[in-house]
């Protein structure tokens, strides 16, 4: 059975940096799709970055140049580096894995795994 199990969430102010890590375990094809998504209160849930088994990468453009999506095969690791943070980023955001490796985030949340997610709070 997959896990995914986030950490990292917490408060910040506007400009800081935080980094969220995702440890997978449970899942043992040798191609996958990873992503992290976040949702706001009263909005809809959204991609944010998403890498694959091939290294392909996919940063959402409301992030790009602020967020890098990494990861550390040995450890099983995912992570999001987030940085120069703005209060618009605060949402919970969650880990999702998916064996439709291609994809990165053109399928939007619909990952078959899913974390219970990490609560990110930017204050102004």
């Known amino acids: 059975q997959v896990q995914l199990v986030e950490s990292g969430g917490g408060s910040v102010q506007a400009g800081g940096s935080l980094r969220l890590s995702c440890a997978a375990s449970g899942y043992s094809a040798s191609t996958y799709l990873m992503g992290w998504f976040r949702q706001a209160p009263g909005q809809e849930r959204e991609g944010v970055a998403a890498i694959n088994s091939n290294g392909e990468r996919q940063v959402a453009d409301s992030v790009k140049g602020r967020f890098t999506i990494s990861q550390d095969n040995a450890k099983k690791t995912l992570y999001l580096q987030m940085n120069s943070l703005k209060s618009e980023d605060t949402a919970m955001y969650y880990c999702?894995?998916?064996?439709?490796?291609?994809?990165?985030?053109?399928?939007?949340?619909?990952?078959?795994?899913w974390g219970q997610g990490t609560q990110v709070t930017v204050s102004s």
């Open positions: 999702a894995a998916d064996s439709r490796w291609w994809l990165l985030l053109a399928s939007g949340p619909t990952y078959r795994y």
